[in-house]
């Protein structure tokens, strides 16, 4: 028996506690002294509190999978909107990159490049507003992040468009100086063998070369202004081109050698023109005198 005031040990048969001395009486009650026993089972209480545990997860869950859908919806439009917008750069970029090539060169053409540049930039420019409109009207839109989008969009074309019409023009430029060029060389070729057919022709007499030189006079000012055209044409070519150095150093040198002979011939047919009203023997002398020296100066550029 234990005493119900402090709890020390008293005999069945005592009437007072032998250590407080409160009486037991009738009122004591026995306490068992018992090993609780463990058990999996869960109580009441433990079940709310796990359930509440269980639904605060859940509801986590559900607001995460809420928010990775909002993200979904609100960077899909974005995302397809920016893939769209570099399309649409890309095709313009193309169209202005043949632009400037076409004005570089001088002519306009129409390429299958530029129209199916063209036609595809009319596709991205249509879903790039499609996406757009979409993502006005999303209830996650920020405007401040939409006003940024679009600025840089649109900065990112124009520096496509810029650099692609820079460069187009850069090389346009050059093709058109380089087809410049080559029509120029193959018009000193037809020129040179026009001037030469009519030299090897003329009968070796003073009265049939007078007649020569009067009829290439008119060639030989169009292969002169020809070949200043080139050798300022092969100067250009030589800066753009210096591996090429080389073989342009050899073309310009042909081109300084073809200056020398077209300033005797043009020296040359003045002699003729002065000396065609003479008698035959006076014009004789003077073809001794004056042009034959002028024949050996022109030889001799061969000898070099």
């Known amino acids: 028996m234990l005493c119900r005031n402090c709890g020390s040990e008293v005999p069945e048969i005592a009437k007072f506690c032998l250590s407080c001395g409160t009486e037991i009486g009738s009122t004591t009650s026995e306490v068992a002294i018992q090993t609780p026993t463990l058990t999996p089972d869960v109580t009441a209480s433990d079940l709310s509190v796990t359930g509440g545990a269980t639904s605060v997860v859940a509801s986590l869950h559900a607001e995460m999978g809420s928010t990775q859908s909002a993200a979904s919806a609100h960077d899909v439009p974005y995302a397809r909107f920016l893939l769209h917008s570099l399309g649409f750069a890309l095709c313009i970029s193309v169209i202005a990159f043949e632009i400037a090539d076409s004005s570089a060169h001088g002519h306009w053409r129409l390429s299958t490049t530029l129209v199916v540049a063209a036609v595809l930039a009319m596709v991205f420019l249509l879903l790039a507003h499609r996406h757009w409109a979409r993502i006005k009207k999303s209830a996650f839109d920020d405007a401040v992040y939409r006003r940024k989008l679009l600025s840089r969009s649109v900065i990112f074309t124009l520096l496509f468009v810029i650099t692609a019409a820079i460069v187009g023009g850069a090389i346009g430029k050059s093709g058109r100086e380089t087809g410049e060029m080559v029509a120029d ?84 047919i003045t002699v003729a023109r002065e000396i065609a009203p003479l008698d035959p023997a006076a014009q004789w002398a003077a073809w001794r005198g004056r042009m034959q020296p002028l024949r050996n100066a022109e030889n001799a550029l061969d000898k070099n």
């Open 185 to 268: 060389l193959r018009e000193m070729s037809r020129i040179d063998a026009r001037i030469s057919q009519a030299r090897n022709e003329a009968a070796r007499t003073v009265p049939a070369q007078i007649e020569m030189y009067k009829s290439i006079e008119t060639d030989v000012a169009e292969f002169d202004a020809v070949l200043h055209r080139l050798q300022t044409e092969l100067a250009v070519y030589d800066a753009k081109f210096p591996e090429l150095h080389d073989q342009t150093v050899k073309s310009i040198r042909t081109i300084e050698v073809a200056i020398r002979r077209v300033i005797i011939l043009n020296e040359q």
